[in-house]
């Protein structure tokens, strides 16, 4: 999940991104509303945190701007501001929830995955669960199992084996695990792909054929 964070204040920037990175997601951060504008419209997220006493900027212009734009991206707004004026001023500028200072983390990622639910179009539409033969990856419950089986994944793995089940079939690089797993945009000259593939590979294939492939020379393809 990539996660766009608008917040000035460094330090609940610095516990969230932290958080947000020990469970696997991709999360950039804006420091003021004018910074977060232009990276929500130029670049793709999945969802927007968004602080509503911003900078240059507030949160409701920000939101207000996105929405009148056609940006439909899920947003959460963050404020102080916890009466029942400021939350529906918020929700009627765009905002899909509405959380006061100070806050858990944990109900923080609850609202997260609770606003990607409601975003998800019904029917046909945003696989909630992708499956490679008989493993099968729920984005949602952020829970993997092979054949019915468990597997206890950590959030790094579960990130790759996201993109790798998401290319199923196809080669993927060292330089695309990289920039899409890792956000680098250049190789650090380590072995930590190799690593991770080969804890990957110990977890979801001891219990069955074998899935995920080295191509010599090109890369990994997650087969079934």
Do not use: C
Request: glycine share 8%; proline share 4%.
């Amino acid at each position: 999940m990539r996660v766009l964070l608008i917040e000035d204040d460094a330090h609940t920037a610095a516990f969230i991104g932290k958080a947000m990175k020990e469970d696997g997601h991709a999360l950039d951060r804006a420091d003021n509303g004018k910074d977060g504008l232009f990276l929500a419209s130029t670049e793709s997220y999945d969802v927007l945190i968004i602080d509503r006493l911003l900078p240059g900027l507030d949160g409701l212009t920000v939101l207000r701007t996105l929405r009148g734009a056609g940006n439909t991206t899920p947003a959460i707004l963050l404020t102080a501001l916890a009466d029942v004026e400021h939350r529906v001023e918020g929700l009627r500028a765009g905002a899909d929830d509405y959380l006061a200072k100070p806050f858990a983390y944990a109900e923080l990622s609850a609202r997260v995955d609770s606003v990607l639910r409601r975003a998800l179009p019904t029917g046909e539409g945003t696989p909630t669960v992708l499956k490679v033969a008989d493993l099968e990856l729920d984005l949602l419950a952020r829970r993997a199992t092979r054949a019915g089986r468990r597997i206890e994944l950590q959030p790094r793995e579960f990130r790759l084996l996201e993109y790798l089940m998401r290319q199923a079939g196809q080669v993927v690089t060292r330089t695309m695990l990289l920039e899409a797993v890792w956000d680098y945009h250049f190789d650090p000259q380590t072995n930590v792909i190799d690593v991770h593939i080969s804890r990957l590979r110990q977890k979801i294939d001891s219990h069955g054929e074998p899935l995920l492939q080295t191509v010599r020379g090109a890369g990994y393809r997650l087969a079934g």
